[in-house]
T-cell receptor
Framework: EAQVTQNPRYLITVTGKKLTVTCSQN?????MSWYRQDPGLGLRQIYYSMNVEVTDKGDVPEGYKVSRKEKRNFPLILESPSPNQTSLYFC????????????FGPGTRLTVL | KNEVEQSPQNLTAQEGEFITINCSYSVGISALHWLQQHPGGGIVSLFMLSSGKKKHGRLIATINIQEKHSSLHITASHPRDSAVYIC?????????????FGTGTRLQVFP
């Protein structure tokens, strides 16, 4: 089954404790992206990747890191999480460019205390 | 001012009504997406448009590039259409590949 998976789905952590949210897709998509969703602000792009070893900042990259060492994986790293990073996070992928149909993961709800 | 504006923010309807959700944008774009987010949180892509009109079942999406405006129509609405509908645009120039989102329209359809 074609899908985007994210882990964990729920996470409660404390300020400053490094964490990684994994994202994996099995559709051989070039484009992958991370978004956060906050009430009243909608979805905002954190980082995106147009292919292996090619990443770029979205609109809200501060406090986040990403890597794209393999085509299927695009982990999101929070080196020192803070409470303002409490949010719902989505990973998405598409064939080719962001112009094409986006496939979203199920979301990761992160709470930073 | 947001680069992508949706209206209305909230919409309630009776089953069977014709629904229209609007999206206006202020940037140059190469494509526009309509997404559906169900109460459980999952997001599904409904349409990707670069011109004209697309139809899938009871859903119709149109875009007017000159007016920088898109509409999503739902014919014969049903309670299962209750969801948040999100408009997103892929902005130019082509050496970046960012998506910019509207804040969504929450639709509730009552039986």
């Amino acid at each position: 089954e074609a899908q985007v998976t994210q882990n964990p789905r729920y996470l409660i952590t404390v300020t400053g404790k490094k964490l990684t949210v994994t994202c994996s897709q099995n559709m051989n998509h070039e484009y992958m992206s991370w978004y956060r969703q906050d009430p009243g602000l909608g979805l905002r792009q954190i980082y995106y990747s147009m292919n292996v070893e090619v990443t770029d900042k979205g609109d809200v990259p501060e406090g986040y890191k990403v890597s794209r060492k393999e085509k299927r994986n695009f982990p999101l790293i929070l080196e020192s999480p803070s409470p303002n990073q409490t949010s719902l996070y989505f990973c998405a992928s598409s064939f080719g460019l962001a112009s094409n149909e986006q496939f979203f993961g199920p979301g990761t709800r992160l709470t930073v205390l | 001012k947001n680069e992508v504006e949706q209206s209305p923010q909230n919409l309630t309807a009776q089953e069977g009504e014709f629904i229209t959700i609007n999206c206006s944008y202020s940037v140059g774009i190469s494509a526009l997406h309509w997404l559906q987010q169900h109460p459980g949180g999952g997001i599904v892509s409904l349409f990707m448009l670069s011109s004209g009109k697309k139809k899938h079942g009871r859903l119709i999406a149109t875009i007017n590039i000159q007016e920088k405006h898109s509409s999503l129509h739902i014919t014969a609405s049903h309670p299962r259409d209750s969801a948040v509908y999100i408009c997103a645009v892929r902005s130019v120039p082509y050496n970046t590949d960012k998506l910019i989102f509207g804040t969504g329209t929450r639709l509730q359809v009552f039986p």
